[in-house]
């Protein structure tokens, strides 16, 4: 390896060996990336808040495959006091931490004239707030494993959603956040994002219509999967390794011409 962290060569390093925390990761895209990481050869922490039942059987289903591979860890990451125990309770499991994947998000609308403070802090808190701490709380470990931070940033971020007017800045904010770690932390350690699109549509109030409406912006025409964004997750922390301060849309074009 280069002293730049770089391995020289085309070869994209393993992850064998490596740990990663995935937050917000018992269910849905978190989830994903959890087993495509997992699948590669890492270790993962599984971080949930509410979601125990999820996380605990997604480590057994894990750790079926490879012993010791995968556990499970709660923790409410609007605690920012909470968030050194998590990162310490990883590395008494692992030993290391070399990926972290700020996942969690909270995401619902917030009309003007409506908007209370409770939603700003729940919104701001899991957006911008809790990832900017967790990664606080995980550097030294990372700095050591010349490790990768990876944001799940939104389109929106780019381009505000309607009645959105919490939760589109704070993307915003964590947009800019990715880039300022990026410029301050390489070497050591490379911080990208992956703005996802339309990949998993809302469970409830969404129509066919709005559906219809948004395919329509998107010029592959369809939706994308949590797939996807873990494939683009899992370049950023396996192969792009000259990769940082970006911040890339899996979004199916939409945001090229919308």
């Known amino acids: 390896m280069t002293k730049d962290g770089s391995t ?28 495509t990481l997992h699948a590669e050869g890492a270790k993962v922490a599984i971080h949930y808040r509410s979601s125990a039942a999820d996380a605990e059987a997604l480590a057994r289903e894990l750790n079926a495959v490879r012993e010791n591979s995968a556990a499970a860890f709660a923790a409410d990451l609007l605690d920012v006091a909470a968030l050194p125990l998590l990162a310490k309770a990883v590395l008494d499991w692992s030993g290391r931490l070399d990926i972290l994947i700020n996942n969690a998000s ?60 919490v939760y589109s800045p704070a993307k915003a904010a964590l947009a800019m956040l990715t880039r300022a770690l990026a410029k301050d932390l390489g070497p050591e350690v490379r911080v990208n994002g992956v703005s996802p699109g339309a990949i998993l549509w809302p469970s409830e109030g969404m129509t066919a219509e709005v559906k219809g409406k948004i395919l329509k912006q998107i010029p592959l025409s369809r939706a994308g999967g949590p797939a996807d964004i873990a494939g683009c997750v899992l370049y950023l922390v396996r192969d792009g390794t000259y990769v940082n301060g970006q911040i890339i849309a899996v979004d199916g074009g939409r945001s090229a011409g919308w």
Request: glycine share 10%; with cysteine; proline share 8%.
């Open 106 to 165: 909270t995401f619902y609308p917030t009309p003007l004239g409506t908007i209370g403070e409770d939603q700003w802090d729940d919104l701001i808190g899991s957006n911008l707030k809790a990832p900017l701490f967790l990664s606080q709380a995980c550097l030294p470990a990372l700095k050591e494993a010349r490790g990768v931070i990876i944001n799940l940033v939104d389109i929106h971020a780019r381009n505000p959603l309607k009645d959105h007017h």
């Open 8 to 35: 020289g060569d085309a070869t994209p390093p393993s992850l064998n060996g490596k740990t990663a925390l995935v937050t917000g990761s018992a269910r849905r895209i978190g989830a994903e990336i959890v087993r």
